[in-house]
């Protein structure tokens, strides 16, 4: 990758490029810093450059702060895993992780982050110091007794209904949930097959949820969601510096698709998702990145948003 670049992000992709060309652009440095790809994985530092190349101003966001997800000592993405059993393969996707991840989602739904994580560690006390594994916990909730003993690490009882359905999903289905999970990462109707699939089939997931577990649980490099206040926020500071982008969204747009969130008089503007996606598609394949530098870009304080962006991967 070269080490200057120009901003593409104001103008239309590759297809329609002649009109940028006749534009006076400000050369921008996007280099990336040596220790930030000595510290990620080739995969990502990819990712990175596809992201730079279209938008080099994102350059100071992307580099505020590390991607633990995807950072080089991250295990490869193969076939599933079974904690569950003693016959694992290290070249796996950790059936474990994955239930731990969607379990925690379920956790921290609708209440803080340190309501959320108070209650992750009452439930890890409990469980001798780890997170039970999807049949240990389903057999747990099967015991009136115990159940009650869970209960009081501080979930309510639709929380626990709702990892219950979790646990029993992945204890009965484990042959399926492999296929599922371990669909080819490149076919985007793949992430819609699975986010589809965990919604119909386990109480308390939702489209969002789902999405997210696509990025947390199976590291999916092109997900993106607009029905997210910070994801809303976020595009909202982007695109307030970049006029001539957004007149060509508004420009091109071919249908309508309204944005769920209220408005609850922010200082801030709340465009429709179908804008907020048609930017994004810019990004791809690499529009989860993308997806994580508007969450970075949704506060004044980029490195809070760093924090809580890395708590919320590590959960």
Request: charged content about 30%.
């Amino acid at each position: 990758m070269t080490n200057l670049k120009r901003d593409r992000i104001d103008g239309d992709n590759d297809n329609d490029n002649e009109g940028l060309n006749n534009k006076k652009q400000k050369l921008v440095d996007c280099r990336l810093p040596s220790h930030f790809i000595e510290l990620h994985s080739e995969s990502f530092i990819e990712a990175c450059n596809h992201v730079l190349e279209v938008d080099p101003t994102l350059l100071p966001i992307l580099t505020a702060g590390n991607f633990s997800q995807y950072l080089k000592s991250d295990q490869s993405i193969g076939t599933c895993k079974d904690h569950n059993n003693n016959n694992n393969n290290n070249n796996t996707v950790d059936l474990q992780e994955c239930f731990s991840k969607l379990a925690n989602a379920i956790i921290g739904q609708q209440i803080s982050n340190r309501a959320a994580r108070s209650i992750r560690e009452r439930l890890y006390n409990y469980f001798d110091g780890q997170f039970p594994a999807f049949k240990t916990l389903y057999d747990s909730l099967q015991d009136p007794i115990i159940r009650k003993e869970i209960k009081s690490c501080g979930l309510s009882d639709r929380k626990l209904i709702y990892l219950e359905s979790l646990s029993q999903y992945f204890n009965e289905r484990i042959k399926e949930i492999e296929t599922l999970f371990t669909l080819d990462t490149n076919d985007y109707e793949n992430d819609q097959r699975i986010i589809d699939h965990l919604v119909k089939n386990i109480k308390g997931i939702g489209p969002w949820t789902a999405s997210m577990f696509l990025i947390t649980g199976l590291k999916r490099q092109n997900v993106f969601t607009a029905d997210d206040l910070g994801i809303a926020r976020g595009f909202s500071n982007y695109i307030a510096t970049r006029k001539e982008l957004l007149n060509d969204l508004i420009e091109r747009r071919t249908s309508i698709k309204r944005s769920k969130i209220k408005h609850k008089k922010y200082k801030w503007k709340i465009y429709d998702n179908d804008i907020i996606e048609s930017c994004a598609q810019k990004f791809e394949p690499h529009r989860t990145l993308f997806m994580f530098l508007l969450w970075r870009l949704s506060s004044d304080n980029i490195e809070d948003m760093v924090k809580i962006q890395e708590e919320f991967m590590q959960n």
